[in-house]
């Protein structure tokens, strides 16, 4: 198996690019943010609870994020391994998922970080509001709110992965292929990473 957690900042790509490697190495996808949007669009008790922090641009609680991890590590085959879309996000959740996975004998084995200019990621996620709709793109105040935690409280995240020799880092910039292109290139060279087929 081969355990896969894509990082990066919002707009960074994650979500395109998830859908090429869940295909190429044919990864289990888990996006625990996608999960959690879908719960308020069906206005579950769940998203009622977990949308007065998304849709202002505020992560989810920590232990309810785990939450929803493990119930999809329990629900889905693992196929040739696993890739955490956009998680972890803290590195309380970091540490929680390594206790987690230790549980079902996995772990992760590299941690691909999509590395963009701030001015980037801003005009990408304004796009993505116009396109997709959802609330926590549809203004500055909220974006600004979402790059502020970014910063202070996942980029962190980078460093714990970094000083296990598990990050790789990746420019974000440029056609989706391109950037596809990279990401794998990047995996190869990391000594941690088993033979990808």
Same mark, same amino acid.
């Given at each position: 198996?081969?355990?896969?957690?894509?990082?990066?900042?919002?707009?960074?790509?994650?979500?395109?690019?998830?859908?090429?490697?869940?295909?190429?190495?044919?990864?289990?996808? #888990?996006?625990? @943010?996608? $999960?959690?949007? %879908?719960?308020?669009?069906?206005?579950? &008790?769940?998203? /009622?609870? +977990? !949308?007065?922090? #998304?849709?202002? @641009?505020? $992560?989810?609680? %920590?232990?309810?994020?785990?939450?929803? &991890?493990?119930? /999809?590590? +329990? !629900?889905?085959?693992?196929?040739? @391994?696993? $890739?955490?879309?956009?998680?972890?996000?803290?590195?309380?959740?970091?540490?929680?998922?390594?206790?987690?996975?230790?549980?079902? @004998?996995?772990?992760?084995?590299?941690?691909?970080?999509?590395?963009?200019?701030?001015?980037?990621?801003?005009?990408?996620?304004?796009?993505?509001?116009?396109?997709?709709?959802?609330?926590?793109?549809?203004?500055?105040?909220?974006?600004?709110?979402?790059?502020?935690?970014?910063?202070?409280?996942?980029?962190?995240?980078?460093?714990?992965?970094?000083?296990?020799?598990?990050?790789?880092?990746?420019?974000?910039?440029?056609?989706?292929?391109?950037?596809?292109?990279?990401?794998?290139?990047?995996?190869?060279?990391?000594?941690?990473?088993?033979?990808?087929?």
């Amino acid at each position: 198996m081969t355990n896969i957690a894509l990082f990066g900042p919002p707009g960074a790509g994650k979500g395109t690019q998830s859908k090429e490697l869940t295909q190429k190495y044919r990864l289990v996808h #888990i996006a625990p @943010g996608d $999960l959690l949007r %879908d719960q308020i669009n069906q206005k579950t &008790v769940l998203g /009622q609870q +977990v !949308a007065q922090y #998304i849709n202002v @641009g505020k $992560l989810a609680p %920590d232990a309810l994020v785990i939450d929803i &991890v493990e119930a /999809q590590l +329990v !629900a889905k085959d693992n196929g040739d @391994g696993i $890739l955490f879309d956009g998680f972890p996000r803290t590195s309380t959740q970091a540490k929680a998922l390594e206790e987690r996975l230790v549980r079902y @004998g996995i772990h992760i084995d590299v941690v691909v970080f999509l590395e963009v200019p701030e001015e980037e990621l801003i005009q990408r996620i304004r796009s993505r509001a116009e396109i997709a709709g959802r609330v926590d793109d549809q203004d500055a105040a909220k974006i600004a709110t979402r790059m502020r935690i970014y910063h202070d409280t996942t980029l962190p995240v980078a460093k714990y992965y970094a000083q296990q020799n598990k990050l790789v880092k990746v420019c974000g910039s440029g056609a989706v292929d391109v950037i596809f292109k990279r990401i794998v290139a990047a995996m190869g060279k990391l000594s941690v990473m088993p033979a990808l087929k």
